[in-house]
C-alpha cells in the first residue's frame, strides 16, 4: 500500500508548485476548493490503480505473495477511492453555496454544464454499484455482471477530467500523468475483457472424473487438452467449466492434486450459487483454466518446522503440498472439520503420515473436541518457537486462530494464510 499511496501523492506534489500556497489556502473558498481539487486528482490515481489491481498479474500475485491479498487491496483501495471520489464535489460546491443555493444545487444536477456532466454521473453509477456491493443480494454472475460498469464509471470519470477547466489542463506535467495511469487502466480492462471472450493465454482441460464425497463436497478431476499446467503446491487457479447446466464465469478454486501428476484435481464445497452447481458438471465438458496463482507454499517459510491448521475445505492446497513434501520438513497438520463425514482425503493423509515420520497428521472433529485453539495445537506441536503456521479455511476460522497465536507472542509475519474471500 505503500507504494500506491506514494502514486497517488505524486499529483499532489506537482499540483502544490502550480500556485504558492498561500493563495490556495487564502480564505475558506479557496481551501474548500483547494482540498476538492486534490481529493479529485488523488481519486483519479486510485481509481486507475484499483482497476490495474483487478487485472491478475502475475507480477502483482508475486509482489502482494498472493493474489487474494491483491484482491484484498483491490476492495480496500475501492472503498477508500469511492470515499474520496464521493467528497470531491462537496468541497467543491461550497463556492457556488456562497452565491446561490440555487447554483450550488444545480451543480449536481446532470445536463446543466457539460464537463461536469460527465462527473456527476460517474459518482451516480458509482454509488449504484457501491449499494448492489453492499446491500443487495444479488448472485454472484449478476454482483460479476454489474461490476464491468465499473468500467464505465471509469471511462466517464476520464472524460470528466480532460474536459474541465482545471489545474490537469493547465499542467502538462500532470495530464500527462494522470492520463497515463487512466490509459493503463483501461488497457487492463481491455486485456481482461478480451481475454474472457477469446480465452488466449489460458490452458484446456476436459473433466474425467466427478468424485462425491459427501452431499455438499465434489472432486473433480481433469486432464490437459495440450499444454499441462505447471504449478507449485499450495497455488490456485481460476476455473471455467463450459457446459450446458453450469455457469461458464471463472471462479477460484486451490489445486488438491500433485505437480508431479499429469491430471488436475480441485475438491468444492457447496457454499453458494456456483458451487452448488458443480454437482451438475458431466464427463468430458471442457475446462479453461487461469493460473497458477498465489504463494501459499511450504517452501515460501522461513522455517522448515511448520504447523499446518486446515478448517473444512481449506485442506486442499494441504493435500497437494503434503504429496511432495521435501524429507528435511517437519510438519504438523490439523485438519478440522464439524463432523466426520465432512472430512475428505483422511486415508490418503494417513498414508503419507505413516510413510513420512517427519509429518504428523492431526484429525480434529468439533463435534467431539470443540473448536480447536492455539493453546491446544502448541501443546501437541511441542510449542510453537521457530516455527511457521500456515492457515487455510473459513475467515472466521482463521481470524480466530490468527488472534490467539499472535496474543501468545508469535510473529505475524510467521503466521501464513491463503482465503478465497475475494
Given amino acids: 500500500m505503500f507504494i500506491i499511496a506514494f502514486f497517488a501523492f505524486i499529483p499532489v506534489i506537482i499540483w502544490a508548485f502550480m500556485e ?26 486510485l481509481f486507475s490503480v484499483n482497476l ?16 487474494d491479498k491483491v484482491y484484498k487491496n483491490h476492495h480496500r483501495l475501492g472503498a477508500i477511492a469511492f470515499s474520496i471520489m464521493l467528497f470531491h ?30 462527473g456527476i454521473l460517474s459518482l451516480i453509477v458509482l454509488i449504484i454499484l457501491i449499494c448492489l ?21 471509469f471511462f466517464l470519470a476520464v472524460i470528466h477530467t480532460f474536459l474541465i477547466q482545471s489545474d490537469v489542463s493547465r499542467n ?32 484446456r482441460y476436459k473433466v474425467v472424473k466427478i468424485k462425491e464425497f459427501n452431499i455438499s463436497t465434489v472432486e473433480i478431476e481433469m486432464e490437459p487438452v495440450g499444454e499441462k499446467m505447471n504449478f507449485t503446491p499450495g497455488q490456485f487457479a481460476f476455473f471455467s467449466f463450459i457446459g450446458d447446466a453450469i455457469s461458464p464465469e471463472s471462479h477460484p478454486f486451490s489445486i488438491s492434486s500433485s505437480n508431479l501428476d499429469n491430471n488436475l484435481r480441485i475438491i468444492a464445497k457447496n457454499f453458494g450459487d456456483f458451487t452448488s452447481e458443480l454437482k451438475k458438471i458431466k464427463i468430458d465438458d471442457q475446462v479453461v483454466i487461469e493460473g497458477p496463482f498465489g504463494g501459499f507454499s511450504y517452501k515460501n517459510g522461513k522455517s522448515k518446522n511448520q504447523i499446518w491448521i486446515a478448517g473444512g475445505i481449506g485442506i486442499t492446497p494441504f493435500l ?9 520438513y517437519n510438519i504438523n497438520l490439523f485438519y ?70 499472535v496474543t ?7 503466521i501464513r494464510y491463503e482465503s478465497f474471500n475475494f
Fill in 20 to 45: 504558492p500556497l498561500g493563495l490556495r489556502f487564502a480564505d475558506v473558498v479557496s481551501t474548500t476548493t483547494s482540498i476538492g481539487q486534490i481529493l479529485g486528482l488523488v481519486g483519479m490515481v
Fill in 52 to 67: 490495474i489491481l483487478a487485472g491478475k498479474f502475475k507480477f502483482l500475485d508475486k509482489h502482494f505473495k498472493g493474489l
Fill in 89 to 118: 464535489p462537496i468541497f467543491l460546491v461550497v463556492k457556488f453555496i456562497t452565491i446561490s443555493i440555487r447554483d450550488a444545487g444545480l451543480f449536481f444536477v446532470p445536463f446543466t454544464n457539460g464537463p461536469i456532466t460527465w
Fill in 133 to 153: 456491493t453492499f446491500y443487495a443480494k444479488i448472485k454472484y454472475k449478476n454482483w460479476k455482471l454489474s461490476h464491468k460498469f465499473m468500467t464505465f464509471a
Fill in 172 to 203: 502538462s506535467l500532470l495530464r500527462y500523468y494522470i492520463f497515463t495511469l487512466a490509459i493503463l487502466a483501461l488497457f487492463t480492462i481491455f486485456r481482461k475483457v478480451f481475454f474472457e471472450q477469446t480465452k488466449i493465454d489460458r490452458l
Fill in 320 to 328: 497437494s503440498m503434503s504429496q511432495t513434501l521435501e524429507k528435511d
Fill in 336 to 405: 478440522s472439520v464439524k463432523e466426520p463425514s465432512e472430512a475428505v482425503r483422511v486415508n490418503n493423509l494417513e498414508m503419507i503420515s505413516k510413510e513420512n515420520p517427519n509429518f504428523k497428521f492431526n484429525p480434529w472433529v468439533t463435534r467431539d473436541k470443540g473448536y480447536i485453539t492455539a493453546e491446544q495445537v502448541k501443546g501437541l506441536s511441542n510449542g510453537l518457537d521457530g516455527k511457521d503456521i500456515f492457515l487455510c479455511g473459513p475467515p472466521v476460522f482463521m481470524k480466530s486462530l490468527k488472534d490467539q497465536f
Fill in 408 to 414: 501468545m507472542g508469535v510473529d505475524i509475519n510467521n
